[in-house]
């Protein structure tokens, strides 16, 4: 019996994820994205494994009718065209929440290096300027307050560890209040709020964990940060776009706020003369947030495992359409 063929594109993000897809498929390989390239390769194939920058859209889609899977090759679906493969009956396969610890502990990670001023000691000690510690500030955690902007698996992991571990002072917003979120917050001590300005206004860091779609991107704009006590610092750990990066660059090089910790951009990857890339109270790193090494096996082999399932008409662990298969899958 001849396995079924899956179209790789890009690699995946540990090399055991790659050996689990070829054990239970044939797999294409392409470092090619271009939509054009997709079209015609997506023709001879079952199924479809990707990771960003690629994308699959309603074009891809159109051009083999015979999809029976899509998967991403980690956490994120913002370069699938979900609601169109939803449309043609094909699940999307992703692997959310294996990388809430790696992305809480580099949010933690930013926070402290932003209070502790790590980057601009460093630059200074590099150039042998000792008295530098005589003339930059540094910031206890304890007592500070934190605002966290969306309250999903991610946030709640970065919750724990500044509550319990930080003894900070912790709010989260969400759109609604959900129960279970509720009944979280109050275990821990985390207050929850349904005001997003009031959270951006008190706070004296505040950290973003919402997802990209048409309701938040470019929502952390002038409007937002204007609030913002000139003493705050800002974390993103989410994704690029959901912040208008000209409203931040301008509120960081005019003082409006103190700093900035980012390990996500839009596009991705920046262009090399992105403004916000030269000012000196800013933190970067290269979206790797959720790639540890840890991380990156555990997502990998769960996106490989997942799309050989359904290709056996087995039921998958994360689906993020579960309704197409319904009429597919036996219960």
């Not at 194939?45 to 090759?73: F, H, M, W, Y």
């Not at 929502?219 to 003493?231: G, H």
């Not at 030269?278 to 082999?301: D, F, K």
């Amino acid at each position: 019996m001849s396995k079924p063929r899956v179209l790789q594109i890009l690699s995946m993000y540990h090399p055991e994820g790659e050996k689990v897809l070829q054990a239970g498929a044939e797999v294409i390989r392409t470092d090619q994205f271009d939509i054009s390239h997709l079209c015609e390769g997506v023709k001879d194939v079952v199924g479809l494994v990707l990771r960003a920058p690629a994308k699959i859209t309603r074009e891809v889609i159109d051009a083999n009718p015979n999809l029976k899977v899509i998967s991403g090759a980690g956490v994120g679906l913002d370069n699938i065209d979900v609601a169109y493969a939803t449309e043609k009956g094909i699940p999307v396969l992703h692997a959310p929440s294996v990388n809430k610890v790696s992305t809480a502990e580099h949010a933690v990670m930013l926070i402290m290096a932003l209070a502790k001023s790590v980057i601009p000691f460093h630059k200074n000690m590099s150039k042998g300027n000792y008295d530098s510690r005589m003339v930059i500030p540094t910031y206890e955690l304890k007592g500070k307050k934190v605002g966290l902007i969306g309250f999903g698996n991610i946030a709640q992991e970065v919750a724990k560890r500044l509550k319990l571990g930080f003894e900070m002072d912790v709010t989260a917003w969400v759109r609604e209040y959900k129960p279970e979120k509720h009944q979280f917050a109050h275990e821990i001590g985390v207050h929850i709020s349904t005001d997003m300005e009031e959270v951006f206004s008190q706070s004296d860091f505040i950290s973003l964990h919402i997802p990209l779609n048409e309701h938040t991107k470019h929502s952390i704009n002038q409007r937002l940060l204007s609030k913002m006590k000139p003493s705050a610092f800002l974390v993103n750990t989410a994704r690029g776009a959901v912040i208008n990066h000209t409203h931040l660059y301008l509120a960081l090089k005019e003082g409006l706020i103190a700093g900035a910790g980012l390990d996500v951009f839009d596009p991705e990857p920046p262009p090399k003369d992105l403004p916000l890339l030269s000012l000196p109270n800013v933190i970067v790193t290269p979206h790797v947030g959720g790639t540890t090494v840890e991380c990156n096996y555990i997502m990998a082999t769960t996106v490989a495992t997942n799309v050989i399932n359904v290709l056996n008409g087995k039921q998958p662990d994360f689906v993020a359409n579960p309704e197409v298969l319904k009429s597919k899958i036996p219960e």
